[in-house]
């Protein structure tokens, strides 16, 4: 059966993708970073950026004061292939705080519900101290595409309700089922809970105030909020963006006046070069070519084994066999078996039978 299979699939051939491989984005420093807050006196530029809500307050967005993060992929991972080409495996960005115990550290998002004023009937206490930090995805709005948008371009256009309420040309956002972006930044005026891609965690004990060179971490959740679409769409078009963003309390003023939120280093920081190395990081695997590539050869012994090769072959098959038995998180490819279901080919984190039969389809459509 198995010399058969590899002699019917030899005919299946990738070998017109240039660059069908695994590959590992590393970067100590963000290409850009951008204080996006629509008062910000040299956007883009800045030494810190503060995260931080007006929370209600007419006139400004929920996420008052948010932080882009941007890494230029294209010279690592061949951008254009598509994004159907891009299987992010893992992605994890690093960021680190610039200021001393100002703010209370919470590992966990807190309901929208909890940002009521007390009267409200849908208001909830909020039963951790502080506010999460959330790592978001970018949207953008206006004159900006992800290609187009830059770390020192305009803040945003008209607001719709001045002086910066809905105005922001590049927002935190998440994709909905889908695929669409979903601005994020009034989430509790338009009272629903956004799940962020990450939340960043820390060695603070939560409740705790947070040091200044405490690094947060933020492990993408490739299944939630369509971040797995997300990261393939912004490295097939050779940059991925996220924002970072908190609902920490602010007092009011230019810059948030006084508060309890946090300020991140930014990579025209001192702290962000060596030997301190303080400006955001990522991390990020990508598998790049047809799904149902995962191996060059079937020989466990091969350095080949597990480095796909752009063709899909019976090894290819017996190499997903055997992540699927194993139950490994690589096997997940879908949410759906149903090609006409928007979560058909978006991993859900759930290993099932339509993983396997989305691969079986992916296998026989190359
Ligand atoms: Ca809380
Ligand atoms: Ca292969
Ligand atoms: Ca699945």
Not at 122 to 147: I, K, Q, S
Not at 248 to 268: D, I, K, L
């Amino acid at each position: 059966m198995r010399p058969h299979l590899t002699a019917a699939l030899a005919c299946l051939s990738f070998s017109g993708i240039a660059g069908a491989q695994a590959f590992s984005v590393q970067a100590s420093l963000p290409d850009e970073d951008r204080w996006n807050y629509p008062f910000a006196p040299t956007p883009g530029t800045e030494l810190e950026a503060s995260t931080f809500g007006a929370t209600l307050v007419p006139g400004f967005d929920d996420y008052d004061a948010q932080f882009i993060v941007g890494f230029r992929t294209g010279s690592v991972v061949p951008p254009g292939l598509g994004e159907d080409a891009y299987h992010v495996e893992r992605c994890v960005v690093r960021l680190t705080v610039a200021n001393d115990l100002a703010f209370v550290y919470d590992p966990t998002p807190d309901s929208f519900r909890t940002l009521l004023p007390d009267t409200d009937p849908e208001a909830l206490p909020d039963l951790d101290p502080g506010r999460a930090v959330e790592l978001f995805g970018v949207g953008y709005r206006g004159a900006f595409t992800r290609t187009t948008w830059f770390e020192t371009a305009p803040f945003g256009g008209a607001p719709v309700v001045p002086p910066a309420q809905g105005a922001r040309f590049a927002f935190a956002g998440v994709l909905d089922d889908a695929g669409a972006p979903r601005d994020v930044s009034l989430k509790v005026r338009e009272r629903f809970d956004a799940d962020p891609y990450a939340a960043g965690l820390s060695a603070v004990t939560p409740g705790e105030r947070v040091p200044a060179g405490t690094e947060f971490v933020f492990e993408v959740d490739l299944c939630r909020s369509g971040a797995a679409l997300d990261l393939a769409r912004g490295l097939n078009d050779g940059v991925v963006r996220f924002t970072v963003a908190s609902l920490s309390p602010a007092t009011g003023g230019p810059g948030g006046g006084g508060g309890e939120f946090p300020r991140w280093v930014t990579r025209e920081n001192v702290l962000a070069l060596p030997p301190f190395n303080q400006g955001a990081s990522i991390e990020l695997d990508v598998r790049v070519g047809p799904a149902a590539d995962y191996t060059t050869t079937s020989d466990p012994l091969d350095p080949l084994y597990g480095v796909p090769d752009g063709v899909v072959d019976a090894s290819d098959f017996f190499f997903y066999l055997d992540l699927f038995a194993a139950g490994e998180p690589r096997a997940d490819l879908t949410g759906s078996s149903d090609p006409s279901d928007p979560a058909y080919g978006r991993p859900d984190c759930t290993l099932d039978a339509s993983d396997f039969f989305y691969y079986l389809d992916a296998f026989v459509g190359g």
